[in-house]
């Protein structure tokens, strides 16, 4: 079913030496929907840290290598052009605007599945990792796994939503910090970290304590946080937290950055029943939680939980944030050409906020 005449060929942005920063365009045939899937004509992406790190094999938990000629991309939106067969019935239609988020899609028969974790599915298709993604202008997705977007929501900024927004919103859920409660950001001035900022902030009712590099102060403070501590301009982070928390340290500490260091410390940052959120994902091999000790977890009753992604039901919470205007993605976009720039770009850390890529 299809109510406009597609090309025959369209614009992808693949991976062409997987294991170094590099990315070119390529042109690819049109899909054809299968049983339950939908084509969707994409017209913006999200581009992801996470998307490095597959790109460049640094992902160490991954089973297999990426392969020559991968199209990445995992926070895609675009609407609905064809419907494949056994979808005449599904919630959405031609014309919808829906997004294709990090997890393309799910077996809905495992236990992660079962337990309302779909972002963990044990059997699930990742965008843009052996699953085609969403830096091109066509991909195809199950019917009812996509994501509507609201109409109060621009797809643009809608895009970071799907992964960046909804996994920070995740976290934060599962943080255990009630209003009031402080919360300390790591990589508070990131894509996900200055999302984090404002729904911790403004969403819920957080006293937040962001922790960058100083570059990106400005970018944290606006983003509601109420105090904010460079990594390059503080010997002690532990003794500054405590000292900006009554000397008891943060209810909750979600950490969003890939750094080794920021996990490193994460543990110290905690007061009494503490909670350390682990999101980002260190890219090499895996270090541990050095001050976790075993001790200081008894003695302060600590625990250490961690995210991945969030459910398609907070994906739709998420949205519907955004689309009332209570976060709001900082970001800047770019055409499909300039991708190998952004990645060099977020290597190097010089990246404030989000890059969403133009597919037109």
């Known amino acids: ?50 998307d490095m ?35 005449e019935n599904s919630a959405v239609k031609i014309g919808d605007r829906v997004g294709i988020k990090w997890m393309a899609g799910t077996c809905e028969s495992c236990e992660a599945c079962f337990a309302g974790a779909d972002a963990n599915c044990f059997n699930g298709k990742i965008s843009g990792y052996y699953t085609p993604g969403t830096f091109q202008q066509y991909a195809l997705g199950p019917a009812n796994y996509v994501t509507p977007i609201p109409d109060a929501l621009d797809s643009a900024a809608a895009a970071p939503m799907l992964c960046a927004g909804v996994t920070v919103y995740s976290a934060l859920r599962k943080s255990g910090a009630e209003s009031g409660n402080w919360v300390v950001i790591l990589g508070a001035g990131g894509g996900l970290g200055h999302l984090a900022v404002q729904f911790s902030s403004k969403a819920i009712g957080h006293r937040v304590i962001g922790i960058d590099h100083s570059s990106k ?48 410390t994460s543990a110290e940052l905690l007061r009494f029943r503490g909670r350390v959120v682990c999101v980002g994902i260190p890219e090499g091999e ?24 969030g459910s398609r039901r907070e994906a739709i919470e998420t949205l519907d944030f955004a689309a009332r205007g209570v976060v709001k993605t900082h970001f800047r976009t770019e055409k499909m050409d300039r991708l190998t720039g952004v990645f060099e770009d977020m290597f190097e850390g010089k990246l404030k906020g989000r890059v969403v890529l133009d597919l037109s």
Request: glycine share 12%; hydrophobic share 40%; charged share 15%.
């Open 286 to 309: 895996a270090v541990a939680i050095k001050s976790a000790l075993p001790q200081l977890m008894v003695a302060k009753e600590l625990q250490i939980v961690g995210v991945a992604v």
């Open 53 to 87: 790190g597959v790109m460049m094999n640094s992902w160490v938990i991954l089973p297999a290598p990426t392969q020559p000629g991968q199209v990445g991309g995992h926070e895609g939106v675009g609407k609905i052009v064809k419907m494949g067969p056994g979808t």
């Open 217 to 264: 102060k400005d970018i944290v403070l606006e983003s509601g946080a109420e105090h904010f501590i460079p990594i390059d301009g503080t010997d002690n982070i532990p003794e500054t937290v405590k000292a900006l928390t009554g000397g008891l340290g943060a209810h909750a500490v979600l950490v969003l950055t890939a750094n080794n260091a920021a996990y490193a």
């Open 1 to 50: 079913m299809s109510n406009v005449d597609l090309p025959k060929k369209y614009k992808a942005v693949v991976y062409d030496k997987p294991g170094s920063i590099s990315t070119k365009i390529e042109e690819l045939d049109m899909p054809e929907p299968g049983p339950g899937q939908v084509l969707i004509n994409l017209s913006h992406s999200g581009v992801c840290h996470s």
